[in-house]
DNA sequence: TTGTAGGCGTTATCAG
DNA sequence: CTGATAACGCCTACAA
């Protein structure tokens, strides 16, 4: 049955051959006046745009993909949306997209390796151009399915100069190490971590491990850490660090895998009545804008989520502009020092 | 390792038709093994779900909603994703339309009426079935294109019921008249507001108005509010602090549009050496967990934003799966009282 | 500068 | 149950 045209059909949405009709041209001109408008004199552009103003035009995106091969779409997907901790990131990367007319669409993993697989799968078949990750630890069909469809993608929010990826972040391990080193700089050796969990998250795994370098570098036992795991939330961070205090002998400082876990332990901490840093010290990571509003203010890893954001955006789109390797940068952290850490208290 | 791909076809996305050829079937009949199993026979569906896994095919979603005419897809533009403010409920909209095998699409206006009607636009292209916004506020031009497409959505973050257009949310002049009257009860009488721009901004309009209602009905002189207009971020809302700190007389209470602008306030009087709230009270509003992590606590209007995010993806679903017109539905707010209000200091 | 026509990958309507 | 085949809306050589 051929289209039946209603006259006047106004809940279907207008297409290219509504427009060309209303501005008596073909849908080749219609589509050359929306994409290269200098191909297309300067009368019969006015016509077509005024045709596509009247009748709201805007083009089927999927139509238009199917047919051009090329979105101008990134995607990205971070573990969780819920807290601040990649919003700056992405804020940064969105950003620098737009200056090229590109399009973020952004999908959150829930901190699941399964999820992450379906969200890039997901994102792939709407028709991402190139996807920003965060870290390393993904399936192995994640990474197979990137590689056979050739999506350029690249890695943030952590670096490993072994890895062949193409990555935009930091030393996760390293940067730990080196808060911890002014941990242990103030003298504390009870010490307590709340990590994220361990298992599929390669940034939480070199966190604890940079703990652990610090400690092995005094000579400290490295199993006398205690740890406990907990999803990243402020009221699980709480909840880990009322576990920990009931540790014999008790920690004198707690050590947390992010600025939120560690707000938490901070506010359980005021409940129990301990003080800090006086009675106990604390310590997150990231450096987010909670760190700076919590109070006592957290001693934290600086982490440039920026200019992060911001280097990705660039090498993403030289990837796939030039189809190009892309080149792995390593960006460096520093260690802000908060009210939240402090000397070890006097028995 | 690769599969040992057909020669040639290694990086292209392998379509229905790859899939239906190495399968020996039709490609009708691969479709059909994908969105409705059970006309398939189960021989059939074995050997084409076999060559699904070996090509790692994944339907492209454009042509799926060209063809299909819906994509199973919602969109939610927010006026910002910088801060919580709307992650809570946002997450429960997500949350409820992931049971129905909804995706959500989310997109960020920046706080901009243009931009979001550009985004409006981009989401309605890339074939959201419907759509959730924030407040009344947006250019006719926005609206004119969402009923001309006959695209459902909803209204949250707010109610109006003298408006017909479908919404799930709350008064936001009455929640803050409720919490404008608390701070009355103080005894408060020189007030302070520190607000969000207010001019194409519905909420932060009727929270405003919501405040003067209060002081009218204590007969007290409405232009005497002092207000300070700024962008919902932490660091606005510290120097707007500091701002109206320097009026005279002084304001002894400064009610904030939320309670982003509302920490940075409290840290500005930290600063300043003020105390919260011996020497000034300060609210916010929303109370999102932020209100609970500052020191003091904030006292604010507490907004049930999951179950908002609940309620506007079941009308939604609604409207969109009946094509009914869909129910409006406001909820209710409450005061939550924490320890950054006060009495009046003394002179 | 403009028009014609083929094709992008899927779904859905028919017959077989 | 399965297989042709016609849309779906747009882009892009290729012609005119």
Known sequence: MPQTPKPGSSAASPTLADVSKRAGVSTATVSRCLN???????????????????????????????????????????????NAIFANGLQAFQENLGKQGITLLVASSSYSREMEEEQIRNLVARGADALLLIGYDRTADSYEFLERRGIPYVIAWAF?????????????????????????????????MISAHRKGNDRARLRFQGVRDAMI??????????????????????????????????????????????????????????????????????????????????????????????RAAEVLMQMRQEDSEGESQ??????????????????
Chains 1, 2 share one sequence.
């Open 217 to 310: 570098a005094r000579g400290l036992e490295p199993d006398q850490l205690a740890v406990v795991e907990a999803p990243y939330s402020f009221t699980r961070g709480s909840a880990a660090f009322a576990d920990l205090m009931q540790r014999v002998p008790r920690p004198t400082a707690v050590i947390c895998g992010n600025d939120v876990l560690a707000t938490g332990a901070v506010k359980m901490a005021q409940e129990m009545g301990l003080r800090v840093p006086e009675d106990v010290s604390i310590t997150g990571f990231d450096n987010i804008e909670l760190a700076e509003i919590v109070t006592p203010g957290l001693t934290t890893v600086d982490v440039p989520h920026r200019e992060m954001g911001l």
């Open 36 to 82: 290269s408008p200098a191909q297309v004199s300067q009368a019969t552009r006015e016509k077509v745009m005024q045709a596509v103003k009247e009748l709201g035009y805007a083009p089927n995106f999927g139509a238009q993909a199917l047919a051009a091969k090329r979105t101008n779409t990134f995607g990205a997907i971070v573990p969780t949306l819920e």
């Open 160 to 192: 490993d100069a072994a890895d062949a990826r193409i990555s935009v972040g930091f030393d996760n391990q390293r940067a730990m190490r080196q808060l911890a080193d002014k941990v242990l700089d103030f003298g504390h050796k009870n010490l307590a």
């Open 330 to 347: 390593e960006l460096s952290t520093g260690v802000k020092i908060r009210a939240s850490l402090g000397p070890v208290p006097k028995a």
